[in-house]
């Protein structure tokens, strides 16, 4: 027979758990949620007593899960996961009435997030009526204005066209990718690097424009380089030892094959990233572009954001999703 649930479980107590592991204090944590520490409290107590066990090491600030609130949390999070994705998918229920739907999506996105969002999207629309094109960022944005598309997945350019709204989706920070083993520990300098040829992204793409700005505004000119169009082409020059490169967790996330030949380190000098969005006209239906930012959101969250801080903690809050929306469960209760 079914174990049923005690009553006590509530899923307001289940997400602050999780909240609660992110960022180590109940009174931040009830506050995202909309609740006031004793309330966010009182949920803990309750899902405690119900589950028979301390979730949490009450002395310790920050505040730490126990072994029991860590076991627990690995199915709450799987659990929270499927819920978020039904309510992504459902809130794509209200693009079944277009008649034809265009997306451009940057090459980063091939592997792991386009065909998820294709599939999200043919659930609800017709093959014939669904096109996604792989495109440069700066392509993107182009045809968007030129109205050959109606949607675009793209890097933030440093001048959008009038007429052209964004909706943030992520933060993705620069870093440098190096041959397995050639590094066993951060450098302090890319001079550190001289034997290996630079690989750079062509000036063509605007991830290339963004690397070599930063470099001219710090007065850094890396020795010997090689200019290259792609993900894949980049990481299999460092995987082949060929050289090292200035990139972005999203573009070593999608070329999997490379991973086990490429090490990951934060960049010898002043941080900075890119950031991804989707963009639209400004009249093209905001609705809509908002469910579908929210569906991307869930999937970038679940196969890059994730999976990269797990492989590199360093990430820390440099890789991180942009404007979250609030729990699609409980809105926040301003009176609790």
Do not use: C
């Amino acid at each position: 027979m079914r174990k049923r649930l005690n009553d006590s479980v509530s899923l307001k107590a289940i997400e602050l758990l999780e909240e609660l592991n992110r960022v180590g204090s109940m009174q931040e944590a009830g506050r995202n949620l909309g609740l006031s520490a004793p309330a966010a409290s009182q949920q803990l107590k309750n899902l405690e007593a119900a589950l028979g066990h301390t979730l949490l090491n009450h002395n310790r600030r920050p505040l730490e899960l126990s072994t029991a609130g860590r076991a627990y949390l690995k199915h709450v999070q799987a659990a929270l996961q499927h819920l978020r994705q039904g309510a992504n998918e459902l809130s794509l229920a209200n693009v079944h009435h277009l008649k034809s739907l265009r997306i451009g999506i940057i090459d980063d996105f091939d592997s792991e997030v386009t065909p998820r969002l294709t599939a999200a999207l043919a659930n609800v629309l017709t093959p014939s009526e669904l096109t996604l094109t792989t495109k440069t960022s700066l392509q993107i944005i182009q045809d968007i204005s030129a109205r050959k598309l109606d949607l675009g997945i793209a890097a933030q350019p440093h001048d959008l066209p009038e007429g052209i709204s964004e909706t943030p989706i992520l933060k993705d920070p620069f870093l440098l990718a190096v041959p397995r083993g050639l590094l066993t520990k951060p450098p302090s300098s890319i001079d550190e690097l001289d034997e290996l040829s630079f690989l750079r992204y062509e000036k063509t793409q605007l991830l290339g424009r963004l690397i070599s700005g930063h470099l001219s505004r710090l007065r850094l000119s890396p020795k010997g380089w090689i200019e290259v169009d792609s993900n894949q082409a980049i990481f299999g020059l460092i995987a082949s030892g060929v050289g090292w490169a200035i990139t972005t967790p999203v573009g070593f996330l999608s070329t999997r094959r490379f991973h086990e030949k490429v090490d990951l380190f934060p960049l010898p000098f002043a941080a900075f990233s890119r950031t991804i969005s989707l963009y639209r006209n400004d009249d093209w239906m905001p609705e809509i572009a908002e469910n579908i930012a929210e569906r991307l959101r869930a999937i970038l969250q679940l196969h890059m954001v994730d999976p990269g801080k797990a492989a590199f903690p360093w990430l820390d809050e440099t890789l991180i999703i942009l404007q979250d929306q609030p729990s699609y469960f409980n809105k926040p209760n301003k009176s609790a």
